[in-house]
Antibody, heavy 119, light 108 residues
Framework: EVQLVESGGGLVKPGGSLRLSCAAS????????MNWVRQAPGKGLEWVSS????????YYADSVKGRFTISRDNAKNSLYLQMNSLRAEDTAVYYC????????????WGQGTMVTVSS | SSELTQDPAVSVALGQTVRITCQGD??????ASWYQQKPGQAPVLVIY???NRPSGIPDRFSGSSSGNTASLTITGAQAEDEADYYC???????????FGGGTKLTVL
């Protein structure tokens, strides 16, 4: 079964750091670009970051650039998001999502992990 | 930066047809994809590319595009189609992604 499972969310104080992980299974992880997408409570979806299959191309939304770092370990079938200098507005459910490639869509999503930034 | 604009809410009578639209300049260059999200659940891809449905998505869901507007049509809406729907595409640069604000669909 094709599956993505996020972990690492939790409660963190403003200015703190957190590292999210996304474990992939059921497909050849190293062949796909991957993304992080977040959703603040009661709000819509917001793309956060993307990374190409070999990590050659990395992009960030302006809202997180300079604070978040996306990475992957193809040997471990894992995607990561290092989040530093966290702010209250980073509070959200964070989803990892597989990029369908030439079809420009996110075809597989994880169940999400909640990040709460609060003092 | 690019933006995608959706109507916040749309309603449809059970069994009728509804169209949900998404407007944005990037749609002149890139196809939109569409996602269904029910409360407490992750988004699910329902339409991608010109008009493609992933395996398991009912054929009552279809997509189309004209100029700067993409549309998701549900022909014969069912009670289980009540959900939030989001459009998504690359931005004009092709390097970033943007989501529409979402449309809450109510099936009456």
């Amino acid at each position: 079964e094709v599956q993505l499972v996020e972990s690492g969310g939790g409660l963190v104080k403003p200015g703190g750091s957190l590292r999210l992980s996304c474990a992939a299974s059921g497909f050849t992880f190293s062949s796909y670009s991957m993304n992080w997408v977040r959703q603040a409570p009661g709000k819509g979806l917001e793309w956060v970051s993307s990374i190409s299959s070999s990590s050659s191309y990395i992009y960030y939304a302006d809202s997180v650039k300079g604070r978040f770092t996306i990475s992957r370990d193809n040997a471990k079938n894992s995607l990561y998001l290092q989040m530093n200098s966290l702010r209250a507005e980073d509070t959200a459910v964070y989803y990892c999502a597989r990029d369908l490639g030439i079809y420009d869509a996110f075809d597989i999503w994880g169940q999400g992990t909640m990040v709460t930034v609060s003092s | 930066s690019s933006e995608l604009t959706q109507d916040p809410a749309v309603s449809v009578a059970l069994g009728q047809t509804v169209r949900i639209t998404c407007q944005g300049d990037s749609l002149r260059s890139y196809y939109a994809s569409w996602y269904q999200q029910k409360p407490g659940q992750a988004p699910v891809l329902v339409i991608y590319g010109k008009n493609n449905r992933p395996s398991g998505i009912p054929d009552r869901f279809s997509g189309s595009s004209s100029g700067n507007t993409a549309s998701l049509t549900i022909t014969g809406a069912q009670a289980e189609d009540e959900a939030d729907y989001y459009c998504n595409s690359r931005d004009s640069s092709g390097n970033f992604w943007v989501f529409g604000g979402g449309t809450k669909l109510t099936v009456l």
